[in-house]
């Protein structure tokens, strides 16, 4: 036995130990290598992917809060004007409601002096009517002091029967 190897089973094995490489980096390192590119790739396109669909969801997302913010400021303006047409629809009731109030009052014034001016006037005729009647009844009879005194005291009463 030799030491040394022998330098053509070196050669031999040298050149097969090379063909098995090549082979197997033609047929087995080659699509591996293909395939873990592709796999890299797509795995990039997908990071590519999730970034813009990231970037493009915080691009709705401040668009969404610029409306929202813009839609809260309309609201807080319309409440803003209905509460002062509220106030002005207020305001406008009351005064036409008090000028209303003032119309009626002035009509049931006027009323109630045409209603006087009627009672007074009526009054005034039944009282005359009653004066008229006693002077009648006392130019027609000749009284003495006691029956003057009963016609005075029956036309008071008259009188007060009227006034009630």
Do not use: C
Request: charged residues 35%; without cysteine.
């Amino acid at each position: 036995m030799d030491i040394f190897p022998q330098w053509q089973a070196v050669l031999t094995q040298g050149m097969g130990f090379t063909v098995v490489v090549l082979i197997l980096w033609k047929f087995l390192w080659g699509p591996i290598l293909g395939i873990l590119d592709a796999r890299g790739e797509q795995v990039e396109n997908t990071f590519s992917a999730a970034e813009k669909a990231r970037q493009a969801a915080a691009d709705l997302k401040s668009d969404y809060e610029k409306r929202l913010a813009d839609i809260e400021a309309e609201m807080r303006d319309k409440i803003t004007q209905a509460t002062k047409d509220g106030m002005r629809m207020r305001e406008e009731i009351i005064a036409e409601s008090r000028s209303q109030a003032e119309r009626v009052l002035e009509r049931a014034q006027e009323e109630i002096g045409r209603e006087k001016d009627k009672a007074v006037i009526q009054i005034k005729s039944h009282v005359a009517d009653l004066a008229i009647g006693a002077a009648y009844k006392l130019i027609e009879e000749r009284l003495d002091d006691d029956k003057h005194r009963q016609l005075v005291d029956k036309f008071i009463d008259e009188l007060e029967g009227v006034a009630k």
